[in-house]
């Protein structure tokens, strides 16, 4: 009996070996799953109007590389769009202070009489574009947009190529202070008749984040004395509501406290920019912890699988 239970045991085993070759089973290999990539945030800076309040923005850009952000595009409007191309031309805020000091508004003021004492604008336009080494806005370190306004139809033009010194002069020719600018048969004012702090141009360029800085003034209830500090209030007053909506779409809004500085106070450009350090050092935190948050929800949406 106890031979045959063997007997049979064997031939069962044989039998099992056959079957399965004798091999043992494979265990499939792990599989292994990359983390996703970190999430990076584009970041746009759209720096507003005001003329020579616009100083104030280089306080606001040096205040912002100090804490380590540093914005992947720019937008400008006006004077804004002056400091704008420099800084995406690969200027730090300290050699765009430095260029602020060594400034002689007389050389980009070119009167002309028989336009009725407007200024032209081509000073503006040869200033900027020397400063530049005449690189088109195609060639600058990071992406910028000029906005300008088409006077035949009023609408926002968003400049993203071509001569650099030409779109911010478009950009920056007051009504009734610049001529219009005349490009490609079409002829262009000043952006902030439309669009006084070009938040949408920011996200036209990508920005996920957009930094807004507002220097535009409130009408104070006095009656402002000179050409360009009427022309400046009116564009101002024209443009109160625009701005409101657009700041609306920006992340975080720097507003610095230049309301005692004329748009033709070009001697207070110290203190335009001092101002705007202490509105940009003070909206810090609100910058880092918004972009903590929405870092955060990307990072979390980019991980989470789809059903």
């Keep these: 009996m106890p031979f045959r239970r063997h007997l049979l045991l064997s031939l069962a085993t044989l039998a099992l070996s056959a079957c399965f070759g004798g091999s043992k089973p494979t265990v499939p290999p792990p599989v292994i799953v990359a983390p996703p990539a970190p999430v990076k945030l584009k970041i746009g800076l759209a720096l507003g109007g ?37 800084y995406a031309s690969g200027m730090d805020a300290f050699q765009l202070q430095e260029t602020a000091f060594g400034l002689d508004e007389t050389k980009i003021r ?50 993203v190529r071509g001569n650099t010194g030409q779109a911010v002069r478009a950009s920056s020719s007051i009504p009734g202070v610049f001529e219009p600018v005349e490009i490609n048969g079409k002829h262009y004012v000043d952006g902030g008749v439309v669009s006084p702090i070009p938040v949408d141009a920011a996200r036209q360029l990508g920005a996920d984040f957009v930094i807004a800085v507002d220097i535009s003034t409130k009408p104070s209830g006095s009656n402002p004395q000179g050409m360009m500090n009427i022309v400046g209030q009116t564009i101002a007053i024209m443009g109160q509501q625009l701005g409101t909506q657009e700041t609306a779409r920006a992340d975080v ?11 033709t106070d070009f001697e207070q450009k110290n203190q335009a920019i001092l101002e705007g350090e202490r509105a940009a050092l003070a909206a810090i935190p609100a910058i880092r912890a918004k972009l903590a948050a929405m870092t955060a929800a990307r990072q979390a949406a980019a991980t989470t699988p789809a059903h």
Excluded at 50 to 64: E, P, R, Y
Excluded at 253 to 263: E, T
């Design 50 to 86: 005001g003329a020579a309040k616009g100083f104030a923005h280089i306080g606001v850009i040096k205040m912002l590389e100090a804490s380590g952000i540093h914005p992947d595009v720019v937008s400008g409007t006006s004077a804004g769009s002056v400091v704008g191309a420099l």
């Design 253 to 263: 809004v720097i507003r610095p406290n230049i309301s005692g500085i004329g748009p």
């Design 110 to 159: 070119d009167v002309r009489l028989f336009s009725g004492g407007l200024v032209q604008g081509r000073a503006l336009q040869d200033y900027v574009n020397q400063l530049l080494h005449h690189q088109s806005i195609e060639q600058l370190k990071i992406p910028f947009a000029a906005v300008a306004t088409q006077l035949e139809t009023g609408q926002r033009t968003v400049f």
